[in-house]
């Protein structure tokens, strides 16, 4: 089965910029959208990236996301991190057209 | 934008079911795929499946499959999921989700607590 892999955990001082990486198990990562998702404490997931690298209207363009084949991985990138940004940032991908998760990186802003 | 309410916490006992709605209200209910993702305490995201209501298709997670029923009313733009058999492992926070094309939209979800 496809899997997802990302890091436990981030940190970074605001201002600062953080990539969030998004490994996948097998095949292309490319081959596939994937999505990034926030999610603060106590609140539903939001989407901040859809389709590899598009930001969804309100999303400031601080948040960007990109693909690289080389290490089939997917890379979520915040530049100027604010302390709102503190947060679980999910990644999501298809599996045979059925979504998969990675496993989610909490992002502090210290 | 679409707006995806959910229905209300619940409190179940081992080998129950429990069925929770998502009504969408401001965008179109039945071109799109609706997924059902849970959120076990202190846990990550885990995608249960999912329905395109103007099909009435649904799909689902291996692992949730003879357990988990999916369905869409189109008259009132509502989904359903509903869980049988219920354990105490299932309990989490249960969340719908609309893939819009433009990005995903969620449900504020529902607790669903499984507790003899």
């Known amino acids: 089965n496809f899997m997802l892999t990302q890091p436990h955990s981030v940190s970074e001082s605001p201002g600062k910029t953080v990539t969030i990486s998004c490994t996948g198990s097998s095949g292309s990562i490319a081959s596939n959208y994937v999505q990034w998702y926030q999610q603060r404490p106590g609140s539903a997931p939001t989407t901040v990236i859809y389709e590899d690298n598009q930001r969804p209207s309100g999303v400031p363009d601080r948040f960007s996301g990109s693909i690289d084949s080389s290490s089939n991985s997917a890379s979520l990138t915040i530049s100027g991190l604010k302390t709102e940004d503190e947060a679980d940032y999910y990644c999501q991908s298809y599996d045979s057209s059925l979504w998969v998760f990675g496993g989610g990186t909490k992002l502090t802003v210290l | 934008q679409v707006q995806l309410v959910q229905s209300g916490a619940e409190v179940k006992k081992p080998g129950s079911s429990v069925k929770v709605s998502c ?8 071109s799109y795929t609706i997924s059902w993702v849970r959120q076990a305490p202190g846990q990550g995201l885990e995608w249960m499946g999912r329905i395109i209501p103007i099909l009435g298709i649904a799909n689902y997670a291996q692992k949730f499959q003879g357990r988990v ?3 869409a009313d189109k008259s009132t733009s509502t989904a359903y ?5 219920l354990r105490s492992e299932d309990t989490a926070v249960y969340y719908c989700a609309r893939d819009g094309g433009i990005g995903v ?9 499984v507790s003899s």
């Open chain 2, 81 to 85: 999921m509903e869980l049988s058999s």
């Open chain 2, 105 to 113: 939209d969620w449900g504020q979800g529902t607790l669903v607590t």
């Open chain 2, 69 to 71: 029923t999916i369905t």
């Open chain 2, 23 to 30: 009504k969408a209200s401001g965008g179109t209910f039945s």
